[in-house]
């Protein structure tokens, strides 16, 4: 139980790799303000982190929607308490080639992936630097190191989370804060069934411990992320992926 009496703030807490930290943080004793949209999906998590026994609050919210999002921080901290943790997850894809790429398409990628990190974080981070304390962990991908020919948009925004996040550590190490990113590989989620069987062998094929990621992956490397243990690391960025990128 590193995180006992830590309350944890996770954007796009409702499925996938983002449900799985809710419930990993909680199963590390920490209690969980999730955001997102779909209200089903979010009472599962909800009644599973309950299961655990720590409290859990969910806030319909999207990530770019400034005024609703210094809300959401305001009552987290009202009625859990001070934010400790604070988890950017959200993240969306819209792929195609570069030259067909809807400007639309590039925007809302941007929008969503980048600039929802920005406001999120802004909003959290003014309350940790009065306290001089917390870990903020953003949820970038080895498509962010490496490119990924289809996702320039995807590619883009990744990168920027970790541009943002590598200045946000020299910035905030002063006041006690640390800022890292996790790049995950494949991780079956809802992201991903959606590729074809013949992408889905191809990626395979590319990894060398020869299987896919599950959500829990990504979750075990933000609670470490997360807990004293990792007290000596901020700016950098921990590659889940089976070996892909290296
Ligand atoms: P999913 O599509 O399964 O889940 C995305 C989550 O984000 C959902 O909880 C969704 O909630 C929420 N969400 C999406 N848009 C918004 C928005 N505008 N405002 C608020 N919440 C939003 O994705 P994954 O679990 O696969 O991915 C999670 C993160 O991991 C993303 O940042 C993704 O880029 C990254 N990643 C995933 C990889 C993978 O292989 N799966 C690989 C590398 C990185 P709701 O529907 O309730 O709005």
Redesign the pocket.
């Known amino acids: 139980m590193r995180l006992n009496g830590k309350v944890a703030l996770v954007?796009?807490?409702?499925?996938?790799?983002?449900?799985a930290i809710c419930i990993g943080l909680a199963k590390e004793g920490a209690d969980i303000a999730l955001?997102?949209?779909?209200k089903v999906?979010?009472a599962k998590v909800i009644s599973t982190v309950e299961g655990i026994g720590k409290k859990t609050l969910f806030f319909e919210?999207?990530?770019?929607d400034k005024n609703k999002m210094d809300e959401v921080v305001a009552k987290v901290e009202e009625q859990l308490g001070s934010i400790d943790i604070l988890v950017n997850?959200?993240?969306?894809?819209r792929d195609s080639l570069f030259v067909r790429m809807k400007e639309d398409d590039w925007r809302l990628v941007v929008d969503?992936?980048l600039t929802?990190t920005f406001i999120v974080t802004q909003a959290v981070s003014k309350l940790m630097l009065k306290r001089k304390q917390g870990s903020i962990i953003n949820?970038?991908?080895?498509?962010g190191l490496a490119g990924n020919a289809g996702q320039a948009n995807?590619a883009a925004s990744?990168a920027g989370i970790v541009g943002l996040t590598k200045s946000l550590a020299r910035e905030f190490a002063s006041r006690n804060i640390r800022v890292n990113a996790i790049?995950?590989?494949?991780?079956?989620?809802?992201?991903?069934k959606r590729l074809s069987d013949d992408i889905r062998e191809k990626t395979r094929q590319r990894i060398p411990l020869g299987f896919f990621?599950e959500?829990e992956d990504?979750a075990a490397g933000v609670a470490y992320l997360a807990s004293d243990d990792a007290r000596f690391i901020t700016g950098h960025v921990i590659v889940i992926d089976g070996g892909m990128a290296m």
């Open positions: 954007t796009g807490g409702t499925r996938g790799i983002g449900a955001t997102g949209r779909d999906a979010a919210a999207g990530v770019t997850n959200v993240g969306i894809a969503t992936n929802g949820i970038s991908s080895v498509i995807y990744k790049a995950p590989g494949f991780i079956e989620t809802e992201m991903t990621g959500p990504v």
